[in-house]
Structures are given as C-alpha cells and as structure tokens.
Nanobody, 115 residues
C-alpha cells in the first residue's frame, strides 16, 4: 500500500524558513520522481518543485533561489527547504508521486506565512 506522509508545516513570519519532509512507503521510492505541490485557498493546486530519481530538480517560476527540493533515497524521504518565505507562499503543501500512471498524494501540511 503506497503511503506518503508529510511533516514540517507551521506558522512563520515573512522572511523565515521551513523544511518540509515527505516519507514514502509501500513502493520502491528510489525508482520514481517525486514532487511538491501547493494549494492556496480559492486557487488551483500547482506544482512547486519536482525531482527525478537521480536528483534533477525543476521549480515553479516564483520559487527558484528560495526553495530547494532534495531527496534521500536511503530514507525514502523527499524534502522541500523553503527560505525567505512570503505571505503568498501560504498554502497546503502536498507530496506527490506518479507510479506507472497512478497518482498518489499525501494528506497535506499547512504552511502559513504571516506577521
């Protein structure tokens, strides 16, 4: 049974940092690309960053230089390091895996950036 579990969200002030983690289980984690999406209230879910099996990363246009995606295949975990957070980064952040055309999602973790 495929399972994705996110952690690390919270309430921070503008300019602060957070690191999100997503632990995958029930499949061979190292064989598949992983992604982080976010969904703000009233908006569509959007891709923030994704990472290939061997670490190649791709980012949403508004986050390069502030966000970094990485993975540790030995720990079956993907990370999203978020720096210089802005109020517009406020959203629920979801971990995603596409396994042979099937999409799997975590439960989401809330990130709120507010003074």
């Amino acid at each position: 049974q495929v399972k994705l579990v996110e952690s690390g969200g919270g309430l921070v002030q503008p300019g602060e940092s957070l690191r999100l983690s997503c632990a995958g289980s029930g499949y061979d984690f190292s064989f598949y690309p992983m992604g982080w999406y976010r969904q703000a209230p009233g908006k569509q879910r959007e891709l923030v960053a994704d990472i290939t099996e061997d670490g190649g990363a791709n980012y949403l246009h508004s986050v390069p230089g502030r966000f970094t995606i990485s993975r540790n295949n030995a720990k079956n975990t993907v990370y999203l390091e978020m720096n210089s957070l802005k109020p517009e980064d406020t959203a629920v952040y979801y971990c995603h895996a596409n396994l042979d055309t099937f999409d799997f999602w975590g439960q989401g973790t809330q990130v709120t950036v507010s003074s």
